[in-house]
């Protein structure tokens, strides 16, 4: 048990008539090599991506329930936008190089779920975790994909 986070990508792909032949996505679901006859490709909406995956970053989490979720800490799927995610990393990048405002700008928080509150190489580690992270999502993430942040502990 502990807190796992997740940041998904969603690619709405749904197949409309109206949408030109070379605009429009084609999906293949295969199992074994075969096509799996238990899913109709042409009613799929979305396809989901994990993007990123964090194990008890309490720091990151707690930044998400503050500026996404306003403060509602419930397990729940949130809508992040690219601006959020760039905030994000920014206040990582200058907790990185100046390490004296961790305590101010990302608090690790107290919980049995959340693991420890001292700023040890976890916490670091998964900071630059999350520069590393970030900087791929916003570099391969397109105006029409939507990201999402959740948790579970």
Known sequence: MGLDMYLTRKTYVKRWDHIKPEDQFSITVTRGGKPYPLIDTSKITYIEEEVGYWRKASAIHAWFVREVQEDEDDCREYYVGKDDLR?????????LAHQERALELLPPPGGFFFGTTDLDDWYWDNLKLTRTLLKEVLESTSDDQTLYYRSSW
Not at 87 to 95: A, E, N
């Open 87 to 95: 905030k994000l990393l920014m206040v990582v990048g200058t907790v």
